[in-house]
């Protein structure tokens, strides 16, 4: 059962998402939407979806009266570059961006085979690419 938080929450963000992704198809646009509601909440106000172009960032802001209003700032994607550099290939990024719009984490090979977990934190406008020590690195011809 949704809390009131998240009732209230839900519209705005399938608002928020068809004017920043017009046509995005279902269920696209419902795990879109719940993965906005759970990040304004949990990154104290703060969400973040990637496209191989640009990034979003949203916004959450009390108004006075008790109403909410959320913001969008749309930036280019500086994230390739350091995605490039730690070894992510350019052919898996949109897979890779759709993950973390939808869990805010993804687990990925660099290009050599060494395993990487990504994470992002919208309320610090942070990705994290981190090496996985533990485990087992891929080997040439298996899939990410």
């Keep these: 059962m949704a809390?009131?938080?998240?009732?209230?929450?839900?519209?705005?963000?399938?608002?928020?998402?068809?004017?920043?992704?017009?046509?995005?198809?279902?269920p696209k646009r419902?795990?879109?939407?719940?993965?906005?509601v759970r990040q304004l909440l949990t990154y104290d106000g703060w969400a973040m979806f990637f496209t191989y172009?640009?990034?979003?960032?949203?916004?959450?802001?009390r108004q006075p009266g008790?109403?909410?209003d959320v913001g969008r700032h749309v930036n280019d994607n500086c994230r390739l570059e350091p995605m490039r550099?730690?070894?992510?290939?350019?052919e898996d990024m949109t897979e890779?961006?759709?993950?973390?719009?939808?869990?805010q984490s993804a687990r990925c090979y660099a290009y050599f085979g060494q395993p990487l977990n990504l994470r992002v934190d919208p309320a610090k406008r942070?990705?994290?690419?981190e090496l996985d020590l533990e485990s087992p690195w891929r080997s040439e011809g298996q899939s990410s």
């Excluded at 419902?30 to 906005?36: E, H, I, K, L």
């Excluded at 172009?53 to 802001?61: A, L």
């Excluded at 890779?96 to 869990?103: A, D, G, K, P, W």
Aim: proline share 5%; with cysteine; glycine share 4%.
């Design 126 to 129: 942070k990705l994290c690419v």
């Design 96 to 103: 890779i961006f759709e993950q973390l719009n939808v869990c």
């Design 30 to 36: 419902s795990d879109y939407a719940t993965s906005m």
């Design 53 to 61: 172009s640009f990034e979003f960032w949203f916004h959450m802001v």
């Design 85 to 90: 550099s730690a070894g992510i290939r350019d």
């Design 3 to 26: 809390s009131a938080q998240e009732t209230v929450l839900r519209p705005i963000a399938e608002r928020m998402l068809d004017e920043t992704f017009p046509g995005l198809p279902d």
């Design 66 to 68: 008790n109403s909410t």
